[in-house]
């Protein structure tokens, strides 16, 4: 079984910066693609960014592109997520989820395991 624990979510000023991790305490997913989505209240959930099961190539939604990097250490079985200058419409709901093979996968009914989630709130 995967279990995904996200951490990393809080309260930010619009223009600051966020790390989000995603440790998974469950068996290992380093053969597997792994991604980052948000949601918001009556909204769907949205790509923010994925990664290949080695982390050699990655994928980014293009309202995010030049301000996030996904990244992942295996050996620690965690995946991050940097975020730079944030913006009042980043708030959200942030998951991580493992994807159903070990490449770029964009939509969420292509990821197996999800997360909890953690809560990030851009403030003007």
């Known amino acids: 079984q995967v279990e995904l624990v996200e951490s990393g979510g809080r309260l930010v000023q619009a223009g600051g910066s966020l790390r989000l991790s995603c440790v998974n305490s469950?068996?290992?997913?380093?053969?597997?693609?792994m991604g980052w989505f948000r949601q918001t209240p009556g909204n769907e959930r949205e790509f923010v960014a994925a990664?290949?099961?080695?982390?050699?190539?990655?994928k980014y939604a293009d309202s995010l592109k030049g301000r996030v990097t996904i990244s992942r250490d295996s050996a620690a079985n965690t995946l991050y997520l940097q975020m730079n200058s944030l913006k009042l419409e980043d708030t959200g709901v942030y998951y991580c989820a493992v994807a159903r093979d070990a490449w770029i996968q964009m939509r969420p009914q292509d990821f197996d395991y999800w997360g909890q989630g953690t809560q990030v709130t851009v403030s003007s």
């Open positions: 469950g068996r290992p997913v380093s053969n597997y693609g």
């Open positions: 990664t290949t099961y080695n982390g050699l190539q990655t």
